[in-house]
């Protein structure tokens, strides 16, 4: 249970992202607000891998989830990068990558919750 409100978390932080960048170019608290939503992102991203590693040793969980926690923060730590040196070549197109990897990640764990009800059943 911990593991899907971390992923709805990252996903949600990671939706509000984009908006706070069209913020960004259109108004003057764009960049603080974008700002925000990057702090935002990172913690959601931390929480989701803190969270697989307490799902996985003490919760018996599986270690697979840990490694795509692992990767999605070390993706977090290069588009943080990216944005701090302006480089939107690479920042626009891997947070959009980044969303969509969130959002299934986010569908395959609430399917295997569904899968998990329905064979105990």
Same mark, same amino acid.
């Given at each position: 249970?911990?593991?899907?409100?971390?992923?709805?978390?990252?996903?949600?932080? =990671?939706?509000? /992202? $984009?908006?706070?960048?069209?913020?960004?170019?259109?108004? $003057?608290?764009?960049?603080?607000? +974008?700002?925000? &939503?990057? %702090? @935002?992102?990172?913690?959601?991203?931390?929480? +989701?891998? !803190?969270?697989?590693?307490? !799902?996985?040793? $003490?919760?018996?969980?599986?270690?697979?989830?840990?490694? %795509?926690?692992?990767?999605?923060?070390?993706?977090? =730590? /290069? *588009?943080?990068?990216?944005?701090?040196? +302006? !480089?939107?070549?690479?920042?626009?197109?891997? @947070?959009? =990558?980044?969303?969509?990897? &969130?959002?299934? *990640?986010? &569908?395959?764990?609430?399917? @295997?919750?569904?899968?998990?009800?329905?064979?105990?059943?």
């Amino acid at each position: 249970m911990f593991l899907r409100v971390a992923i709805a978390l990252q996903t949600l932080a =990671l939706f509000a /992202a $984009p908006i706070t960048a069209g913020l960004l170019l259109s108004s $003057p608290d764009g960049r603080a607000l +974008h700002s925000v &939503s990057a %702090y @935002g992102v990172f913690a959601a991203a931390l929480l +989701h891998l !803190v969270t697989a590693i307490l !799902v996985w040793r $003490p919760g018996g969980g599986s270690p697979r989830a840990i490694l %795509y926690a692992a990767g999605f923060f070390g993706l977090t =730590l /290069a *588009q943080i990068a990216l944005g701090i040196a +302006h !480089v939107k070549t690479v920042h626009v197109p891997l @947070g959009a =990558l980044m969303f969509g990897m &969130s959002v299934l *990640q986010l &569908s395959r764990v609430w399917a @295997g919750r569904r899968t998990h009800v329905a064979a105990a059943a």
